[in-house]
């Protein structure tokens, strides 16, 4: 073990309140100091980390408690294989969604027409998934083959489980043409409120506009206002979309 500076010794003891003695016969016994459990235990009992001594601040046993009481179940489908370090992809998708009293808006990177995507291993392969059918996985289980996650609310970026339904793609045809969001022959785009996929209307993009001017509200707070993501928010603002208002 390399020799402790004086000034960390006094300093460890300040913080712990006890004598530098005592605090310099816990090192020669090559003890060290739990934060959690606040007691001295051997450098055997803690793991390697990025504390004092090249180890853990907390020992083993409060590791293993802690890591028991803060666990999330990752569905048996989305789990990596052993020994390969990857984050809880769970934890991923909620560190992108933000609910409100209707959808849960995706927060995250969205496609070009508004869908969540998210980056995570299925099989240990790295896959782009749509996030609204991640959301049916964690909370329904796998989707079956050939079969699509389609939206009742018709609002690209939710992930709410209640507002999504199993379809096949002649179901996601039918569904689009019932609410006027797809013709069969001679279409064109289009634009503003005659769009079927519109979640807003002239006098809400007027409003979204005129609110941010006025009383400088953040892109996500007129996000939860309206109930569409921030992303949609900053391309009203900056003209990329409602450019005919």
């Given at each position: 073990?390399?020799?402790t500076k004086?000034?960390?010794?006094?300093?460890?003891?300040?913080?712990?309140?006890?004598?530098i003695?005592?605090?310099?016969?816990?090192?020669?016994k090559k003890e060290k100091w739990c934060t959690t459990c606040k007691s001295w235990n051997k450098y055997s009992f803690f793991a390697k980390g990025l504390g004092s001594y090249g180890l853990a601040s907390q020992c083993k046993k409060c590791q293993s408690e802690y890591g028991k009481r803060h666990h999330i179940p990752?569905?048996?489908?989305?789990?990596?294989?052993?020994?390969?370090?990857?984050?809880?992809?769970?934890d991923k998708f909620w560190e992108?969604?933000?609910?409100?009293?209707?959808?849960?808006?995706w927060e995250g990177h969205t496609s070009h027409n508004g869908y969540g995507r998210l980056h995570i291993y299925i099989n240990d392969k790295r896959k782009i998934v749509p996030a609204h059918r991640l959301s049916w996985e964690i909370?329904?289980?796998p989707v079956p083959k050939g079969i699509l996650v389609l939206h009742k609310c018709d609002n690209p970026p939710c992930v709410n489980p209640d507002h999504l339904f199993l379809g096949t793609n002649?179901?996601?045809t039918q569904d689009s043409l019932m609410k006027g969001r797809a013709c069969l022959t001679n279409c064109k785009p289009q634009k503003g409120e005659k769009n079927?996929?519109?979640?807003?209307?002239?006098?809400?993009?007027e409003s979204v506009r005129y609110q941010r001017k006025n009383y400088n509200y953040t892109f996500k707070e007129l996000a939860g206002l309206f109930n569409i993501s921030p992303s949609q928010i900053a391309n009203i603002i900056h003209g990329r979309s409602w450019r005919n208002i």
């Open positions: 073990m390399a020799q004086e000034g960390a010794i006094k300093a460890g003891a300040k913080r712990l309140g006890v004598s003695e005592e605090y310099k016969l816990h090192i020669k990752i569905p048996k489908h989305l789990r990596k294989k052993p020994g390969v370090p990857r984050k809880n992809q769970v992108n969604v933000t609910k409100t009293n209707g959808c849960w808006l909370h329904n289980g002649k179901d996601n079927g996929s519109a979640i807003l209307n002239e006098n809400m993009v």
